[in-house]
């Protein structure tokens, strides 16, 4: 990719960023050693403390971003409290930042099911198996697990834990950021407008 496709220009006349959104995300497939699609998810527990950790998007389209994980997880126990949270993409190659902050639904089950039964057998074995966040006594344990429920599922289909699904972000803001010489960079924010059906955007200061 050439530097002048990464310039100011690529990005700040835009007015809808789900379109833009896209675009980096496939810029950052083709150049991105591995996981384009990882992004930093936060979440804040009980006690206002936050979290944060690597999860992989497995969808976005105009409702929100979505990913999937155990329910009886710590995350997932914390966004089913407080029901939002916040992304970070960073796509070093590409010298390029997106920031999602939202609130959280959980998508439906046919979504659910949809992509569970598209992952591969061995990871819908596991998401039977893990007990997501908790103390692991040894890691024979889990084998053990894994093995008992490779088991009871041998053959046919292996049904979706009630505990495994998905959360979509539906995004209020998300921000654009693009290296630029001398810390000048150039950032773009998107903001929800009233009526949840239009943006406003905002230039930042770097």
Known sequence: MSENALTSGDFTEENEPYALFGRWL??????EPNDANALALATVDETGLPNVRMVL????DERGFVFYTNFESRKGQEILSAGKA???FHWKSLRRQIRIRGE???VSEAEADEYY??????????????KQSRPLESRFALEKAVAEYTARYAIGDIPRPPHWSGFRLKPVSI????DRPFRLHDRVEFRRVDDGK?????????
């Open 104 to 106: 959280i639904e959980v």
């Open 57 to 60: 998007l497995k969808g976005f």
């Open 26 to 31: 496939a810029d950052a497939g083709k150049s």
């Open 117 to 130: 039964a598209s992952r591969p057998r061995g990871s819908r074995i596991g998401a039977w198996a893990s």
């Open 198 to 206: 239009g943006w406003t955007k905002v230039r930042m200061y770097p």
């Open 86 to 88: 916040a992304m970070c």
């Open 175 to 178: 921000e654009f950021w693009h």
